[in-house]
């Protein structure tokens, strides 16, 4: 062994040595260049979209949070007004990144029914402990076809426990904890669960189209009438009946509450009741 080494050539080791730092600085020096060629450069927008958003990473927008959404935001895939969970100054803030113009309103979620207890069932419920399930059965244990099942779906569905099943039977907002992200709304089989500007005051909380004390009192006690006493009352012309259903155009409405007064079922309710 030690003649073998004896007989190596020292200039020998010394080439081999130099070719393989050659070709080690080659080999880095194309893996550098290509590196910086191939590299995948992520838009600067993003990231600066990204840090207007929320944070909420709720996925009421239909993305998986909000980096995916800021992305689809950058890429044109997204609408800005899809997170409601972001204030209408950081969507400003977040369209002028964009270089686009934005009419954005911030809104808040409301129930529209307050059945519950005041709902005739037409049946008791022993099943899955679900508004979906329920539904399925003969659309659910209240005879108003429009009513709140109060199982609870929004309430699961919701990441902030901003929703409640009350004492009274029907889905709650806690105004303190919601942030608007919509997740709710799409739980609901009833479609109950609805935006409204943040700015009003009032909100319908009914659904039931039906039309008279009659046919209304039949099934829920609390229910709209259609009678268009609200709309008679109200000094602005803001409400209208749409199929027996009294309806606010917020665009007319001042909160001035003549027809939360008047209206005989009391259903239009204030958005955030104060303490009286």
């Not at 959404?69 to 609408?79: H, L, P, S, T």
């Not at 399930?133 to 076809?145: N, P």
């Not at 799409?186 to 008279?212: D, E, I």
């Amino acid at each position: 062994m030690l003649n073998f080494i004896s007989a190596v050539n020292p200039m020998t080791i010394l080439y081999s040595t130099l070719v393989l730092l050659v070709l080690a600085l080659v080999f880095g020096v194309t893996l550098a260049v290509l590196g910086k060629k191939l590299a995948v450069h992520e838009d600067e927008r993003i990231k600066q979209v990204r840090e207007k958003l929320s944070g909420a990473n709720c996925g009421g927008c239909g993305y998986a949070g909000c980096d995916a959404f800021a992305k689809a935001v950058v890429e044109g895939k997204a609408d800005i007004n899809a997170c409601s969970a972001t204030s209408a100054e950081n969507k400003k803030a977040i369209a002028d990144i964009m270089g686009q113009s934005i009419d954005a309103e911030e809104t808040m979620i409301v129930v529209a029914c307050r059945g519950g207890k005041y709902a005739v069932d037409k049946y008791e419920y022993m099943g899955y402990g679900n508004c979906r399930s329920m539904e399925l059965l003969g659309g659910g244990r209240k005879q108003c076809k429009w009513g709140c099942l109060g199982m609870g779906s929004c309430v699961d569905s919701c990441p902030f426990s901003a929703m409640k099943v009350g004492e009274d039977g029907y889905a709650q907002v806690d105004r303190e904890k919601c942030v608007a992200c919509g997740r709710c709304i799409n739980s609901c089989p009833k479609r109950l669960v609805k935006r409204v500007p943040a700015s009003a005051k009032y909100y319908v909380a009914c659904s039931n189209c039906l039309r008279g004390a009659k046919e209304v009192r039949a099934v829920c006690t609390v229910g709209c009438l259609g009678c268009g006493l609200c709309a008679k009352v109200c000094p602005n012309g803001a409400i209208t009946l749409q199929n027996n259903l009294a309806v606010i155009d917020y665009s007319k409405c001042t909160g001035c509450g003549i027809c939360a007064s008047k209206c005989p079922s009391k259903c239009i309710l204030e958005t955030k009741p104060q303490d009286k």
